[in-house]
């Protein structure tokens, strides 16, 4: 087999591949031969088919097959031999149709990773957050957990800050009404919902009663024929509910699985999941640190189209997910360039890995596995599904190669820690990184 390798510009590769036809013709025989034994024809025997009728009958059938084989194999051979790493699979220009008495010749072009040089992360700082679960982080848990189990009692009254509103509304704009029939229902927190002209004209209602308002809705808001938009809107305010926070007592204290009913046993709780969540995010953090010095050191590392495209309709799916909706075209090609980002520092971690030669650690798979499936009511059972999903299993892994990747980076790379409360480090970590 001759194999030539003609750089087409970026990153693809065309490759011209030639294979002695003797080869492909004996493959073909043989395959004839093989069929000739097998099988059934009528007004033959079994095994006892002429060579003439297989041919016949099956002849190109066959020569397609070993030809498409042939083409496959020699390809990864000739990419293997030319080490070659490639990013998609390799497209033949024109598939041949035969091998009579010639050779077989066929070029294909293929995408490859790009080579990166060597890392050297020893110049790299590194800020690495100090951060603790402090007693008051777990008050203000317990004070959520509270908030969370709010009972709601209908009051006679106008509307105050932390009761809930319970509206109907219907709204006309330049495309029409909305909804097109009947109302909308709504409920909001006063003093919690964001939308500070909506709550003034709540405050100003009595339970059953209604308003024709002129309303200017937030970017945010939840109707998207609404969001950013001014509209004039009928207004009707359904009840007004009080809260009641529970007691902290035992019967609220074992709701959360706490056996003896202790504060201070579900205090240790929430402080063990406080503490979790707090690594979890400093490993967040130390991550999207990381990348960003990585892609300052390589801004203008070329990466595979073909696998930016993938991850941009990946991110468009997600979004049309979230709205019911296909991806649009557009919005996919909105996503292009936080693609290349994302594409660029996955490929530069895994570059890291590479290089350095770290390995996947099974024994953190298996302990990333049990701390997640510690936070269910039926830890055996989730351990049970994440081992049996290849696609979950796989998820774990890559998750526990990028924290060996930065426990490996931080021994090696300028560290310095910055104090920072329990929360600050929650709210930076959940933050979407920045595009480079």
Known sequence: MQVSVENTGGLERRLTVQVPGQEVRDRIESKLKELSKQVRIKG?????????????????????????????????????????RPASAPRVDVVPEHVDGGDLEFSAVVEVYPEIEPIDVGGLTIERPAAEVSDEDVDDMLETLRQQRTTWETVERKAAAGDRALLEYAAETAEGRVPAEGVQRLAIVMGESGFEALEQAVAALEAGASSDIELAFPENFREPKLAGRTARTELKLVSVAEGRLPEVDEAFIKSFSVADGRLETLKQEIRNNLARELKNAVNTLLKTRLVSELLKARPDLEVPDSIVRNEANGMAAQVARGEGETPDPRVVQAFMEPARSRVRA?????????????RIDGAKVRATIATIADTYEQPDEVMQLYYGNQRLMEQVESSVLEEQVVDWVLENAKVTPKAMKFQEVISQAAQPAKPA
Do not use: C, H, W
């Open 44 to 84: 033959f025997r079994p095994g006892r088919v002429p060579m003439s009728v297989v041919r016949q009958r099956y002849g190109k059938q066959v020569q397609q097959d070993i030809l498409n084989e042939t083409m496959q194999r020699s390809l990864q051979q000739a990419m293997r031999d030319e080490a070659l």
């Open 346 to 358: 996955g490929m530069l971690m895994g570059e890291l890995a590479r290089q350095n030669k770290i």
